[in-house]
């Protein structure tokens, strides 16, 4: 269509197939550009990696790669980082993949670039001020949050003063990505903790979503008939995932299984470590099913979904999909944090085995588990739509049209 609007969007894994949380997002985005009632666009997609050839679509216009330069992690490459200003994680492009990005941007004209994630942001200041102001930041998780920590907090000497000085160079780098058009949040929560830094009227939070179709088409069945069968769903390669699995079942699986001899629990997750592999198999009563094509023949199987991060920032989707399968969720306050949902009410959250069981203990009962579902998947249904996300993004492409 002449004169049709275009929007670019910017990640490191190609988003299809949608098979987990971060193509999820990644392709509300694509959708919302896509279907949006004032201006629909045509949308491009721009990937680091991922993509095996066996995905077909004729959802984008045109699809790039944009190739980071290998990541070594020398005391070279870290004192270029600093020099620079370009801390860990962040990704680096050499000069000619930036030269290329910029001519891309310039000959497609985009009136919407959207990067998912800080990671790929040098991109984003290698453009004109007239498109830097066009650019869309979805931080998602704040890398400079509680995941540093987990991810560095064990280095010692020279290596914990690098990560203390690149953590202070982070905090200033997503403050500088935060001067472009527009940055998005997931939650409320999020946005509060980084707009003391920078009072500006260019955040937003658009909302995690869970748009699975077949989980609206799909019979969960009664979980409150199930045996003692915990389900754990997540990136079984995420440190934050990891780190509370490990301490899920180190510390709060064994007084659950000493109170009911027969439970189970079913870790369902993909591209697990060898970390992982170890800690399940050691464990009596632990189930690892990895890679696995169909999540929702394993919510059928469960009586309650577990979230036991310690960690991380965003919203977890994994609590969205677990209230639209009709499985009640027991949660740490941080897996839970950013989200809408109410202790005792319509989740239940523990940060010791006494309050897991304790929690637990009030589904015995067929009504209050009954009770707790339902309020659950009215939170989701109410607060975690499809309206809900492109309502937001209606705020931010307006934003954006007015610079």
């Known amino acids: 269509m002449t004169g049709q609007r275009r929007a670019l969007v910017v990640c490191q894994r190609y988003p299809l197939p949608e098979n987990h949380g ?4 990644t392709m509300n985005f694509v959708r919302c550009f896509k279907q949006n009632s004032k201006s629909p666009c045509t949308v ?5 990696h991922g993509k095996s050839g066996a995905e077909k679509s004729d959802i984008f216009e045109n699809e790039f790669v944009t190739a980071p330069v290998a990541s070594r992690k020398s005391l070279k490459k870290n004192l270029w ?3 620079h200003q370009h801390p860990s994680p962040m990704l680096i492009f050499d000069n000619h993949t930036k030269s290329s990005f910029r001519s891309l941007t310039h000959t497609n004209d985009y009136d919407f670039i959207l990067f998912r994630y800080l990671n790929s942001t040098q991109l984003a200041f290698s453009l004109p001020e007239k498109y830097r102001m066009k650019t869309i ?7 400079s949050s509680n995941i540093y920590e987990m991810q560095f907090g064990e280095f010692y000497g020279i290596k914990r003063f690098f990560a203390w000085l690149n953590h202070i160079i982070l ?3 997503e403050n500088k990505c935060m001067s472009l058009g527009a940055t998005l949040f997931c939650s409320g929560t999020d946005l509060a903790t980084m707009k003391n830094k920078r009072d500006e009227k260019n955040l937003f939070v658009v909302p995690n979503i869970y748009n699975n179709p077949t989980f609206e088409t799909c019979d969960f069945g009664d979980g ?5 069968v915990l389900l754990f769903v997540g990136a079984l390669s995420y440190r934050p995932n990891i780190e509370g699995l490990e301490w899920f079942i180190a510390t709060i699986f064994p007084a659950f299984i000493t109170q009911f001899p027969n439970a189970k629990l ?6 697990p470590d060898i970390k992982v592999r170890q800690l399940c198999n050691k464990q009596f009563g632990v189930e ?3 890679n696995v094509p169909d999540i929702r023949p394993f919510y059928q199987k469960a009586r309650a979904v577990v979230v036991p991060l310690l960690a991380g920032g965003g919203t977890r989707i994994k609590i969205l999909e677990a209230a639209l399968s009709n499985r009640p969720v027991l949660s740490t306050p941080i897996g839970a944090s950013g989200l809408a949902f109410e202790h005792n009410t319509d989740i239940l959250l523990f940060q010791t085995p006494k309050e897991l069981l304790e929690g637990y203990k009030k589904l015995e009962s067929h009504e209050s588990y009954t009770r707790i579902v339902e309020k659950a998947r009215s939170v989701v249904l109410n607060k975690y739509s499809s309206n809900s996300f492109r309502k937001g993004m209606e705020a931010v492409l307006q934003h954006i049209d007015g610079n």
């Open 22 to 25: 971060n193509p999820m997002r």
């Open 44 to 48: 491009d997609i721009a990937y680091t």
């Open 81 to 83: 980082r600093l020099v």
């Open 137 to 143: 930041i979805d931080i998602d998780d704040i890398p």
């Open 171 to 173: 905090k200033r780098y």
């Open 224 to 228: 409150y008939q199930m045996g003692h």
């Open 266 to 271: 079913m870790v369902v997750g993909r591209d």
């Open 288 to 290: 690892l099913h990895t």
